[in-house]
């Protein structure tokens, strides 16, 4: 069975600059989750989606968003970016009813 | 406010025991998890807590007690490939939202 994976790996932006990152989640899962994680901070929770639907955001501004499609596959996106955007954006899916998640690889956003 | 501290770093000889400490403040509460996470990589699923008491799997044990707000994560018989960063995550209510803490980085060495 695949994991999840998470395009582009590694990514160069500029600031002022958008950028959208996508997730395809371990087939069957439909629940998927984003998370930056940046050293000393840990895991930051971005958001969580199930069935198309965005059930918990984390505390972050407006310029995050994100989506999933009818297929579980996920997308992020980050307008205006900014320096401090500069992260690793890690994607987890998880069956339904499990609390157990799945990582994928990450993208390493580097805004320069 | 939510809250999970964890050591920032911790130090341990190869072939020895170490105890990973978690404190957490959350609202709610519907299980604790331990990852494992190596250098450049994803997070990797160790352990799941939802009851007080021990779950033991091989060389890994994860501790709780829900009262005190308080997990370990015991890794026994350490390895090298054991050097790595140990996550905390709390599952609070409000649905699945996972809150994680910063991490301890282990380092194992000979």
């Known amino acids: 069975k695949a994991g999840v994976t998470q395009t ?8 002022g600059q958008q950028v959208t990152l996508s997730c395809s989640p371990i087939s069957g899962h439909r629940s998927v989750s ?22 918990n955001k984390g505390n972050f501004p407006g310029r995050f968003s994100g989506r ?18 500069s992260a690793l954006y ?21 805004v320069l | 406010g939510q809250n999970i501290d964890q050591p920032t770093e911790m130090t341990a000889t190869e072939g020895a025991i170490v105890q990973i400490n978690c404190t957490y403040q959350t609202s709610g509460f ?19 807590n939802v009851l007080d008491g021990l779950e033991e799997k091989g060389r ?6 829900r009262s ?11 390895q090298m490939k054991d050097s790595a960063s140990y996550l905390c995550a709390v599952i609070g209510t409000g ?7 910063a991490g301890t980085r282990l380092f194992v060495k000979a």
């Open chain 2, 60 to 65: 890994f044990s994860s501790f709780l007690s």
């Open chain 2, 30 to 48: 519907n299980g604790l998890f331990w990852y494992q996470q190596h250098a450049g990589e994803a997070p990797t699923f160790l352990s799941y």
């Open chain 1, 68 to 85: 999933q499609f009818s297929n579980s596959r996920s997308e992020m996106n980050v307008s205006t970016l900014e320096l401090g955007d």
């Open chain 1, 34 to 55: 984003w998370y930056q994680q940046t050293p000393g901070q840990g895991l930051q929770f971005l958001f969580e989606y199930f069935s198309e639907t965005q059930r």
């Open chain 1, 8 to 15: 582009p790996r590694y990514l160069i932006k500029t600031r």
């Open chain 1, 90 to 110: 890690l994607c987890a899916s998880s069956l339904l009813g499990s609390n157990e998640q799945f990582f994928g690889p990450g993208t390493r956003l580097t």
């Open chain 2, 68 to 78: 005190k707000g308080y997990s370990y994560l015991l890794l026994k018989e350490l």
């Open chain 2, 95 to 101: 649905g699945f939202k996972t809150i994680f803490g």
